[in-house]
């Protein structure tokens, strides 16, 4: 069997529970590109197996600890416990995340569901080997109409790996319908974000739902998520996005759900919070829920700018009792590093704001605890006091 040795630091990593060793913790490779390999330590001691990278700074994923073998029927377990752990939170809904990579012990493999359908996102060299057996217990197991990989990711250049979209099991369609809470949406798994919508804030649209009212200014709003679910509770929705396509699919989306409140702008969400302001116009309810600003470590500086300038405006844009619903996607940004932007922008805007609650990803994108990287949506309501 292929084998990589790891180091002392290698071994420490991987007790601590994190799956990752690092090509600087691998001490010697006997193993090509995209191997399942058996993990040991400096003193020979097996550690477990693994997905192994050729390429990418993150050389060994563990699949498993120990003796036990990442066999075919370990898959099977994992696949089938991921699914029963959906299935048991009764998501009112149509899309949702089936398998969340790290979080469901199938590192760098991500599958949403879309009604009959499922994507799927294979993010590193071993993972793309292991695509064929995980589409084909997935037909097995979920019998879908069909299944799309949407392997264009960047993360796979890192790889080395092809950025390539294809349908890997019967037909899928260029537009799917599906539902979250009492939303509709036609998705276009093709062509849209991620692999077609951000359902990792499906939990925090339902909560926003429970504070909205009056006047709604989204920003980000990308296919209206947040527009459409509080709609209902607004008298007047302004949904803002950078993209024609995105604005373009927030009216029809509108428009499928019989909600006449909804006005989609294609702008800069800086440019127009800094028009609105001018303007002297204020809302009850807001939401930033922006792209991940810091991408990486070096970014972090300047991603806490433009958290904190959107931030600042939004309180500013708010009225005395509304509520703003701010995010944050950057893993690169933690929480309290996050809180601490927020409160020197309530701090410059002379106003005084109370957490209401406190929020993540929704529990279908799970974080697992000992890796941190799997906690990177933070998500705080707040109300402007006054
Ligand atoms: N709120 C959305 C997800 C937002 S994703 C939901 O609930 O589904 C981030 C969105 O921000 C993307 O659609 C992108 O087009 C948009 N965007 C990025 N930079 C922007 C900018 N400067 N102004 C307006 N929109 C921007």
Same mark, same amino acid.
């Given at each position: ?137 997935? %037909? #097995? ?7 799309? !990989? &949407? ?6 250049? +890192?790889?080395? =790996? @092809? ?90 989306? %509108? #428009? ?7 006005? !989609? &702008? ?6 127009? +919070?800094?028009? =609105? @302001? ?109």
């Amino acid at each position: 069997m292929p084998t990589v040795i790891v180091n002392k630091r290698g071994e420490d990593r991987i007790e601590s529970g994190h799956p990752w060793i690092y090509r600087s913790d691998v001490a010697e490779v006997r193993a090509e590109a995209g191997d399942i390999v058996r993990v040991s330590g400096p003193r020979n001691r097996v550690l477990g197996e693994a997905l192994f990278s050729d390429r990418s700074q993150i050389a060994v994923r563990m699949l498993t600890r120990g003796e036990a073998k990442a066999d075919e029927a370990l898959l099977r377990r994992r696949l089938e416990q991921a699914i029963a752990f959906r299935e048991a939170l009764k998501i009112e809904g149509s899309a949702y995340r089936l398998i969340h990579g790290e979080a469901d012990l199938l590192p760098s493999l991500v599958v949403d569901r879309y009604g009959d359908y499922l994507v799927l996102q294979a993010l590193s060299q071993g993972m793309d080997t292991l695509t064929p057996r995980i589409v084909a217990l997935l %037909a #097995e197991v979920l019998a879908p109409k069909g299944i799309l !990989a &949407r392997n264009d990711p960047r993360v796979r250049l +890192l790889e080395g =790996l @092809e950025q390539k979209v294809e349908v890997l099991h019967g037909e899928v369609p260029a537009t799917i319908e599906v539902t979250e809470g009492r939303v509709h949406y036609a998705v276009d798994p093709f062509h849209g974000q991620k692999t077609g919508l951000f359902l990792d804030q499906r939990e925090n649209r339902t909560a926003a739902a429970n504070y909205a009212s009056g006047r709604l200014l989204d920003t980000f709003s990308y296919n209206g998520g947040f527009a459409l679910a509080l709609a209902p509770q607004c008298d007047e929705v302004i949904a803002i996005d950078i993209s024609e396509d995105a604005v373009a699919r927030i009216r029809s989306n %509108a #428009e499928r759900n019989g909600l006449n409140n909804v006005q !989609a &702008r294609a702008m800069n969400v800086f440019d127009e +919070l800094r028009e =609105l @302001e001018r303007r002297g116009e204020q809302f009850d309810t807001i939401v930033l829920d922006p792209p991940a600003f810091a991408k990486n470590k070096a970014s972090v500086p300047k991603a806490l700018s433009g958290y904190k300038e959107i931030n600042l405006r939004g309180l500013k844009l708010l009225k005395p009792g509304g509520y703003l619903v701010t995010c944050s996607c950057s893993y690169n940004v933690g929480e309290s590093a996050f809180a601490d932007v927020i409160a020197s922008a309530a701090a410059d805007a002379r106003v005084d704001v109370t957490v209401v609650e406190k929020r993540m990803q929704a529990r279908d994108h799970p974080v697992l605890m000992t890796v941190p990287e799997t906690y990177y949506l933070k998500c705080f309501i707040l109300r402007k006091l006054g």
